[in-house]
Each structure stands twice: as structure tokens, then as C-alpha cells.
């Protein structure tokens, strides 16, 4: 099917806005996307029509009690969950990280030993170093491979032992763009007892996942990088979540998921990322599935990665045309699929915040810096303080962005070298 990018575009209101006539090109996507009108219509009208607190008897109480369900269950069928009660949802992903590392490690020793990666965001790394740093525990650095630009599950293996207690794994790189072979590498944790904590928060706006096909315990995304609001969500699995005691107030539910999400949820939030799943599933529905929920959640990833790919593709072989400018991640087109449309690069004797305070001039927006994959920057011998320049394309991104982006970034590193002459 032609995807149909006029009729996405026309979901969401930001494409539209102009600054002094000009207008916006969103490719900072990996640090969060913008919104449809139903998420933010949702948004709103659970505040103005069911604001309340859980737990009473009146309407907008138990209005609140069915909004916050309905986001438990339409994240169940985004990630092919068993049940809503291994939905929780909180604050982002890197508190909830947090707070499920200190759940887990409770009951760890200074023998056990827990395995990082070398391609994650800081939000699965630091919480666990701080846990073995507090329990005595040891890490060991699992880095990812420079030429397949994956983590190979050789190189886990060769980390695993009978005291490995946690692999903290990542999906797909927020710098490369890479994606990992996630239900081989859990596979190989699991033959030596251990649990595996996979962040998908770069994969999940690209990709269609199955929690229960991939095989680890815990799964975690941010609502805000597939359309939706500020909210970070948890999927963990009901056989050992429900072995699990976390750290909670005395009075507060001891039910699933309650006893993991909390205080006050963020009620509002929870209707706005009912809504973003329901653009997904509209979106199903416009290239042809007829079926449950996921199955239109399946259709929409399946249309919009083809699209996105395509677009990814275009962007790599016109940034790889410019001289002096190195890609960190896939580059083969025949391996395209194998990345999320994550795209970082440097460029020889040109600082990456220059570019993008040149391309921000033009209102083209992208990143520069680390952006939190601490790891990645060490291990490539990318200065920290520098980082790269990161440009990250979503489904509601056109060609035509994509063309001007190129022209922009060619034309910029061009004037900047010779302004240095």
C-alpha cells in the first residue's frame, strides 16, 4: 500500500505550526515525538469531565478507576502482554528502573553478579551499577560489536555464569540506531538462570513489540516516543512479579499492578496513552486490518516501517556523500532493517553542536551531544562533552524533510569548514 503520510500528517496539529512564516521539521524524535489531536483531546477531556481521586463511589471517581484500567489493558495488546496486571505504568522509564532494581536487588549477595551493556541508555546502566555498588555486587561490561554494530551473543556468553543474576539489555540503540537480537540474547541469559531487563524505549515507536515471543522478564517504554504523553511504562512477567515485594507504603494495595505503581497516578496521562494506542489501531485500520487490536497495532508498525525505512535509507546515503562525515551504526541498505530511522554522525573537525545550532537557525530540529548513551561515546572514543549529531525520523516525517535536511546539513558543514579556512 502507498502509506498514507498527507492523512498523518493531518493527526497531528504541531506539523503544522509555522515560526515568522517558517516551518518545522521534527527530527528530534528519539528524545520524543509530537502528539496527535486525540492524545491531546483525551488529555483534556479527562480533565475537565473526570478529574478525580481513585477509590470512591462517586462518578468521576470510578470514571478515573475505568480511565486508568483502559491504559493498563491497551498497553497489554501493544506489547502482547498476558494480562493488564503486568502493565505498570509511572513516571518514565528511568524511575521505574529504579524502583524495580532496588525491588529486585533486595535480596542479592556480594557472589552474584549483574552484566550491563555497552550500547544502553544511562536509564539501564546507572541504576544498576548503583545497585551493586549498594549490595557489593559485580558488574561486567558486555560491549557490542563495532562491525554488525550489535550486541553477539558470543560475547554475552561469554560473561554469563551460574552467579549471574541480571542482563540489562537494550532493543535498539537511541545513537546507532541498531537493533538487538533480543530473544537470542534473552535465550542465552536464561540457560544460566538469569533475569533479563530489556529497554525498548527506542524500538517500541518502530517496531511492533511481542513481550511474550522475545522471552525476558521485564520490558520497559516511554509513552511520549510513540505519540503519546510523558509516562514510562513496565511490562513485567506475572510469574515473578508476583513473587516480588516492593518498596511501598504499608497501606497501600498489595494487588497487581497497584503495589507497584506509586501514589496518585497521573490519571490524565493514562487517558492521553489510551488515546496514542488508539492511533495506532487507526492506523491499522487505514492500511486494512479488520482483526483485534493488536492485529491493527500490527498493521500500522507493518505499513509505517516500510515507510520509514525508505526514509532512513535516503538520509543515510545522502549524509554518507559528504566528505569528512562518519555514520556511527548500520550504513549497508541491505541491512536497513536491522536499525530503527536512528541516525548519528560526526564530522572530521567540525563540532556537533555547530551544526545544530546552524540547522536550529533553519528550523530543522535535531540533537547534539551524548544524549545519555554514555556507553556508546566511551566505547567509540567519541569525547562525551561533544557527542555526535543525532537525527531521528518518524512515520509523520516526509520525504521532501528528508531531502532538505540533507541539502541543509551538506550546505552547513560546507560554510562551517570554511569559515575555519
Known amino acids: 500500500m502507498t502509506f498514507p503520510i498527507e492523512t498523518v500528517r493531518g493527526d497531528f496539529p504541531a506539523l503544522a505550526l509555522t515560526d515568522g512564516g517558517r516551518r518545522r521539521i521534527y527530527l528530534d524524535n528519539p528524545a520524543g515525538t509530537q502528539v496527535p489531536r486525540a492524545v491531546a483531546d483525551a488529555v483534556a477531556r479527562c480533565l475537565l469531565e473526570t478529574n478525580a481521586n481513585l477509590g470512591g463511589f462517586f462518578r468521576t471517581t470510578l470514571a478515573a478507576g475505568d480511565v486508568v484500567d483502559a491504559a493498563h489493558d491497551a498497553m497489554a495488546d501493544f506489547l502482547g502482554a498476558s494480562s493488564a496486571e503486568e ?90 540506531g541498531s537493533i538487538n ?45 510513540f505519540f503519546g504523553p510523558h509516562l514510562g511504562i513496565l511490562w513485567g512477567r506475572r510469574a515473578l512479579i508476583d513473587t516480588l515485594v516492593p518498596y511501598k507504603l504499608r497501606c497501600s494495595s498489595n494487588a497487581l499492578p497497584e503495589r507497584f505503581e506509586l501514589g496518585t497516578p497521573q490519571i490524565e496521562l493514562m487517558a492521553g496513552l489510551s488515546a496514542a494506542i488508539g492511533y495506532f489501531e487507526a492506523l491499522g485500520a487505514r492500511a486494512g486490518a479488520d482483526g483485534s487490536r493488536r492485529d491493527r497495532i500490527a498493521a500500522a508498525f507493518a505499513a509505517s516501517i516500510a515507510y520509514e525505512n525508505r526514509l532512513a535509507a535516503r538520509l543515510i546515503e545522502g549524509l554518507s556523500a559528504i566528505g569528512g562525515l562518519t555514520i556511527h551504526g548500520i550504513t549497508d541498505p541491505a541491512r536497513i532493517g536491522a536499525r530503527v530511522p536512528t541516525v548519528s554522525f560526526t564530522v572530521e573537525g567540525v563540532a556537533p553542536d555547530e551544526i545544530v545550532r546552524a540547522l536550529a537557525d533553519e528550523n530543522i530540529f535535531v540533537w547534539s551531544g551524548h544524549n545519555y548513551a554514555w556507553e556508546i561515546v566511551h566505547q567509540l572514543g567519541i569525547a562525551a562533552d561533544r ?34 579556512g
Open 181 to 225: 537480537r533480543v530473544k537470542a540474547l534473552t535465550a542465552r541469559a536464561k540457560a544460566v538462570g538469569a533475569i533479563v531487563y530489556v529497554d525498548a524505549v527506542q524500538f517500541a515507536p518502530h517496531g511492533l513489540v511481542d513481550v511474550q515471543d522475545l522471552g525476558c522478564d521485564f520490558l520497559a517504554c516511554s509513552a511520549y516516543k
Open 387 to 420: 557527542g555526535v549529531v543525532r537525527i531521528g525520523i518518524a512515520h509523520y516525517n516526509t520525504a521532501a524533510e528528508i531531502e532538505e535536511t540533507i541539502e541543509s546539513v551538506t550546505r552547513i558543514v560546507g560554510m562551517l569548514r570554511e569559515h575555519r
Open 87 to 176: 502493565i505498570i505504568i509511572g513516571a518514565n522509564m528511568t524511575t521505574l528502573t529504579y524502583h524495580m532494581s532496588r525491588t529486585l536487588g533486595w535480596g542479592w549477595n556480594p557472589s552474584d553478579e549483574i552484566i550491563v551493556t555497552r550500547m544502553d541508555h544511562e536509564g539501564n546502566v546507572s541504576p544498576w551499577l548503583q545497585l551493586a555498588e549498594d549490595r557489593g555486587l559485580t558488574v561486567h561490561f558486555l560491549p557490542f560489536d563495532t562491525v554488525s554494530w550489535q550486541v553477539e551473543e558470543d560475547a554475552l556468553s561469554a560473561l554469563l555464569s551460574e552467579r549471574t543474576r541480571l542482563v540489562a539489555l537494550n532493543y535498539a540503540s537511541n545513537l546507532t
